[in-house]
């Protein structure tokens, strides 16, 4: 159940919809060309409530259940995507961790000022040579003498890791065995001892988001750190994080996807070649109709993985449905918008420009593409093989 009416809600959504095309849309160009997001808006993100839109009531957020919080997504995948990124893991992968499995003293520590934007919280899972595999990690935690944890490795491409005060570090307590994956979370203050993090990285897009590498040498925490005080809470935590995010992704590419048609149907309206406007050519037009077509499966189906989440009726599939057939529609959409836009697409001040390289991270991160394959398979087979015993 929301902890928001759908009237309150539909207010949520004017509102951000409203700041989005009056205040961020003329300011996409300032936020790529100096890869950042100006103070303002970062302000008013802050006091729109946005950095915990996903987190509940009783912490401070808005408390936001998941078919609402596509929604949201939808109106915030309509401009930069590095807007969204900013708060995206405080509300996501981060966040969620905590709402779902940290214990009462670590969610009243934390969440409310990760929910007010004073905590900017990263996620470090990935490590070089353990990204679509995480069961692979190498970064170690020793259990020391007096309870403490001590955290060794390095992490890669971790989103906000510049800014972050928190990281919710994913570091392997003992080998795989038959008890699980040996994977533990714990709460690392950004300000912690032997943490160090790198120059952020060059991207191909999304600029004003920055990912860099995380390294952890002989960090020091204590055993209130470890994420429900359990050694073994880590890999699941990582799983159903990352699964709920899938269906806030699809949410995001449905939303640039519908930028993207906008900006090509007044292109195509207005643009003429030899006096007759470009929209008025079939095979333009052809390219339009897919458009939209793709554009209406993807929010009907990011819909149906949300309100499939919300019910509980499945969290494993659905979410990977949702998020492989979106995020590779944005990809097609963003793609026929810059052949509408003609020369003029592959030009820097073009919005159709950005999305093309924004939109492309969807189908690499929190899964790739192939990963959601591989978890829509599996586990249609495996319900098969469960159907065929009975
Ligand atoms: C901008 C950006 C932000 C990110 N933010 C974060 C973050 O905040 N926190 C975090 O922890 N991580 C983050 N990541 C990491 C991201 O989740 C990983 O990059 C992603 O999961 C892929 O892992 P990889 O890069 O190691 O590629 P690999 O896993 O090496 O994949 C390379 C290719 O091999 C394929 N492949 C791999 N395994 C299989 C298999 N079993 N079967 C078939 N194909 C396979 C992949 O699909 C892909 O095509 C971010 C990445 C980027 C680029």
Redesign the pocket.
């Known amino acids: 159940m929301s902890q928001v009416s759908p009237e309150d809600f539909a207010q949520i959504l004017e509102s951000v919809r409203e700041f989005i095309r009056t205040r961020v849309l003329p300011r996409e160009r300032e936020i790529a060309d100096n890869d950042a997001i100006p103070d303002d808006i970062r302000q008013a993100c802050k006091d729109m409530g946005l950095f915990g839109f996903a987190i509940p009531q009783e912490w401070g957020g808005l408390g936001l259940d998941l078919a609402q919080d596509v929604e949201l997504a939808m109106e915030l995948g309509y401009t930069s995507l590095a807007m969204r990124s900013m708060f995206g ?1 405080n509300n996501g ?1 981060a966040g969620q961790v905590l709402v779902n499995f940290g214990t009462d003293e670590q969610k009243s520590t934390w969440l409310e000022s990760i929910a007010s934007g004073e905590t900017v919280a ?5 490590e070089p040579g ?4 995480p069961a692979g990690l190498r970064t170690k935690a020793v259990r020391q003498e007096n309870g403490d944890w001590v955290i060794d490795g390095s ?1 890669c ?4 890791a510049p800014t972050a005060n928190l990281f919710v570090t994913f570091a392997r307590t003992r080998a795989a065995d038959a008890d699980g994956p040996g994977i533990a979370v714990f709460l690392v203050p950004g300000d912690t001892p032997g943490i160090s993090v790198a120059d952020h990285d060059r ?1 191909m897009g ?1 600029e004003g988001s920055w ?1 860099a590498d995380v390294h952890f040498d002989g960090v020091r925490v204590p055993a209130t750190a470890l994420v429900g005080g359990s050694e073994d809470v880590g890999y699941r935590a990582a799983m159903v994080s990352l699964a709920r995010g899938r269906v806030h992704i699809s949410g995001l590419a449905v939303g640039a996807a519908q930028r993207a048609l906008d900006e090509s149907l007044r292109h195509a309206a207005v643009t003429t070649q030899g006096g007759t406007p470009i929209g008025d050519f079939q095979l333009v037009q052809a390219h339009l109709a897919d458009m939209q077509t793709q554009l209406m499966a993807g929010r009907a189906l990011a819909r149906d993985a949300a309100a499939k989440w919300v019910s509980e009726e499945d969290r494993r599939i659905a979410p990977s449905v949702a998020k492989l057939f979106c995020t590779e529609m944005v990809g097609e959409v963003a793609d026929k918008a810059v052949q509408i836009h003609g020369g003029s697409g592959y030009m820097r001040e073009m919005p159709v420009e950005r999305i093309y390289r924004d939109v492309r ?1 969807l189908r ?8 959601q394959r ?1 978890i829509i398979g599996g586990g249609l087979v495996k319900q098969a093989k469960k159907d065929a015993k009975q």
């Open positions: 893991t992968i990263s996620f470090a899972l990935t353990a990204g679509s595999n992490k491409f971790i989103t906000n991207k999304q990912t991270l690499l991160y929190e899964g790739t593409s192939e990963i591989l």
